[in-house]
Each structure stands twice: as structure tokens, then as C-alpha cells.
């Protein structure tokens, strides 16, 4: 039997913010390797992608309780992919997206996210907006990700990657195609976004 609670970062509860499934609660798998993202970490995402997320194609990777793509859902995202390697998360996103009423326009993997990467890319799949949020332990996760965006072709030209990491962690400016544009701080975590090199 998978264990749930509802997702805590300080003394908040995560929860849907806005759209179509505003103020919905979200279920999280217990223990340490789940980091809900804030309220605010959350919110201040989807300001800067603005308008923009309607309609748009959204991948999350290392999903967690999927809370970042069922926000995207939410805003009118045209599709959200979940990744995580974690069953027990993999079942809560489903029950998340159940909870909120998305029956369609979602696909959840159960498998590591460099091996997930390959796979869409071999279908075909191309995203607007994707969202990486690794375990802030691995060491060297956040560059392997990067390398691994860089060889697929799962980016639609004027898309963005944005990376959480915690607020000290340095990434590079640049990283073969991928070029930051903003990097934002929130508290102990930061938001780095990245867009195609023209």
C-alpha cells in the first residue's frame, strides 16, 4: 500500500492555484526525497511563463506529486508529461490528476528520466515548457540533465527549460545550446531558465 500526505514545504499546503482546478489539494509520497515545490516557488513560475502556458505542450521531469505539470493543466496547458522513477510517486500523480478531473491530455512514465528523455524523443514528442526539478543530493544530476536536453530534440525552438536548484547551486550561463535568460531566487531555491541558442 503506497503512503501519501498531503504535500508540506514549511507550513504550507501544495495546492492547485489557479484555473480549472484551483484550490484543489495535492497528495504527495512520504519521505525525505519528495521537496514540494511552494506556493509562491509555484506561483511566480507561471507569472513569468504568463499567457504563454496556454496551449502549450509541458514536460515535468523527476515529477514528484506532479504538482508543477497539474498547475500547467490547470492554466490550459495543451498536454503535460509526468517523469518520475518513483512508483509511489508515479501512483500519486495519477491520483492527483484524478482528483482535479484530468482525465485526458496527460502521460505519466515510471522510469528514469535520462532513459525517458531518449524515449520521447525517439516518439517524436516536442515540448514548449520543461520543468526539471532533481534531488538536490545527486551530485552532478542538474549537468547531466542538461547534457541529456542538449543531444534530444524534444525542445520546440522557442521553448524553456527551467531548472530548481537549491540558491547556491551554480549553473553555467551557457551550456552548449541552452542559454539562461533569468535566474530568480526564492528563499533557499532558485529558478534558472534556459532557452534555445538561436
Not at 505539470?69 to 500519486?92: C, H, K, M, T, Y
Not at 521553448?159 to 539562461?180: Q, W, Y
Amino acid at each position: 500500500m503506497v503512503e501519501w500526505h498531503l504535500c508540506q514545504e514549511g507550513k504550507g499546503i501544495v495546492r492547485v492555484i489557479a484555473g480549472s482546478a484551483k484550490g484543489k489539494r495535492l497528495k504527495a509520497p512520504s519521505g525525505k526525497e519528495t521537496r514540494p515545490i511552494t506556493d509562491m516557488i509555484k506561483e511566480a513560475l507561471f507569472n513569468v511563463l504568463g499567457p504563454n502556458i496556454q496551449d502549450a505542450r509541458f514536460l515535468d521531469l523527476f515529477a514528484g506529486s506532479g504538482s508543477v505539470g497539474i498547475e500547467a493543466l490547470s492554466r490550459g496547458a495543451s498536454q503535460a508529461v509526468f517523469v518520475d522513477n518513483n512508483p509511489a510517486a508515479v501512483r500519486i500523480i495519477y491520483e492527483n490528476l484524478d482528483n482535479c478531473g484530468f482525465e485526458d491530455y496527460y502521460e505519466v512514465y515510471c522510469n528514469d528520466v535520462l532513459r525517458a528523455l531518449t524515449i520521447l524523443d525517439k516518439h517524436g514528442a516536442r515540448f514548449d515548457y520543461i520543468y526539471v526539478d532533481p534531488p538536490f543530493t545527486v551530485e552532478g544530476i542538474f549537468l547531466d540533465v542538461m547534457k541529456k536536453l542538449d543531444q534530444v530534440e524534444i525542445m520546440e525552438p522557442q521553448g524553456s527549460v527551467i531548472i530548481r536548484t537549491r540558491r547556491h547551486k551554480e549553473l553555467p550561463p551557457a551550456f552548449s545550446r541552452l542559454n539562461r535568460y533569468r535566474l530568480n531566487y526564492y528563499g533557499e531555491s532558485a529558478l534558472h531558465y534556459y532557452s534555445l541558442m538561436a
